[in-house]
């Protein structure tokens, strides 16, 4: 059995970014029902993907928190305060979310911005960030799944240690997944008097869940995966139909490959998919981009990634490489991947390849 949190390498990052997660979350579901309620409650950035004022204040959260802690670490995150900087009431919405829930019972270990300025600053302190293979690097990715946040559905609050380019510390929040009733899906989603769950990781040290509260953190249990060798036939794979970067026509060609069924699962955002395939009653993922020049986002393996390995996967991309944390802003180094238990991973990716023509049947 992994040992506790308590007794790890990292134990106080550990700490407060499980503090810092939680309270961001706490932000996104304070937020929900309003959003979800609003007409073009999501705002278009300039590459055309969503974004609202929960992950904005749920971005500068995080930053507080770990700046407060850690004042020589780095940050890269997905947002910026291009458009808070550019519309003063846009910003008084974040300021006035983050100020309420900054005031919360359990608040204390999450030191929130001291005003409206200092928040945007934060913001921009990991959306301006670039990454790299040197130093200590906080990833983070303030709502995975904006678009199926607005629908009620999976997201995920992510965070990461980044070290020299190496995942050390994963703490996810998903606080709409349920765990009940079988599978983890879009819709089967956390009942009244639940949060969801906390997940996090260790760099060698285990993975742990936990449930998800606004208060007191709930004790953890450790999490291996749930099918470590599962047999090719029976493999229930993760997709997300609606991507249209990747080719669903190459992944049906290796589900029938392996004889297993497709589609199985349709999950629309990255970070979830590892959870679910960490806890959730799920065994693998493919993607193969339609482009060569794809390159996924490191937000969006980051922390993720990290607790599907030390739960007992494996994750490399179409390949067989190491996906590169140290690259910047993307994975640069890697195109796709195979997401797998280590005991079936190699076999997949054979498949992968055989597909793709890079190897002999």
């Not at 700046?67 to 947002?79: H, K, V």
Request: charged residues 20%.
């Amino acid at each position: 059995m992994p040992p506790a949190p308590t007794d790890v390498p990292f134990a106080q990052e550990l700490r407060i970014a499980t503090a810092a997660v939680q309270q961001a979350a706490r932000l996104t579901q304070t937020a929900a029902a309003t959003l979800r309620a609003q007409p073009g409650a999501a705002l278009d950035k300039p590459d055309n993907t969503p974004v609202t004022v929960a992950d904005l204040g749920a971005q500068a959260l995080l930053v507080a928190a770990l700046r407060a802690a850690f004042p020589a670490d780095a940050f890269l995150g997905e947002e910026s305060a291009a458009m808070l900087r550019a519309d003063s009431a846009l910003a008084a919405r974040v300021w006035e979310l983050v100020s309420a829930v900054a005031g919360a019972e359990g608040a204390a270990e999450v030191p929130p911005p001291r005003d409206q300025a200092h928040m945007m600053d934060l913001i921009d302190l990991a959306g301006m960030g670039e990454g790299g293979r040197k130093g200590r690097c906080w990833v983070m990715d303030p709502i995975d799944g904006t678009a199926t946040y607005l629908k009620g559905q999976q997201y995920v609050v992510a965070l990461c240690l980044v070290v020299d380019g190496v995942q050390r510390v994963g703490v996810l929040a998903c606080p709409n997944m349920s765990l009940e009733g079988g599978k983890v899906s879009e819709d089967n989603v956390a009942g009244d008097g639940s949060n969801g769950y906390l997940v996090s990781a260790v760099s060698g040290h285990g993975a742990w869940i936990r449930p998800l509260s606004w208060g007191k953190l709930q004790d953890p249990s450790p999490v291996r995966l749930a099918h470590p060798n599962p047999p090719l036939e029976d493999l229930i794979l993760v997709e997300s139909l609606a991507a249209t970067s990747m080719d669903h026509e190459k992944h049906k060609q290796v589900a029938e490959k392996l004889g297993c069924e497709w589609p199985s699962t349709d999950i629309w955002c990255l970070q979830m998919k590892y959870i679910a395939c960490a806890v959730g009653g799920h065994d693998a993922v493919i993607r193969i981009p339609r482009e060569d020049w794809h390159r996924t986002c490191v937000w969006d393996h980051a922390g993720g990634q990290l607790i599907f390995e030390e739960a007992g996967g494996k994750v490399t991309d179409i390949h067989g490489k190491d996906i590169d944390f140290g690259a910047g802003k993307r994975c640069y180094n890697n195109l796709g991947n195979v997401i797998a238990p280590v005991a079936v991973h190699g076999q997949i990716l054979r498949v992968v390849q055989e597909i793709l023509g890079q190897s002999k049947p």
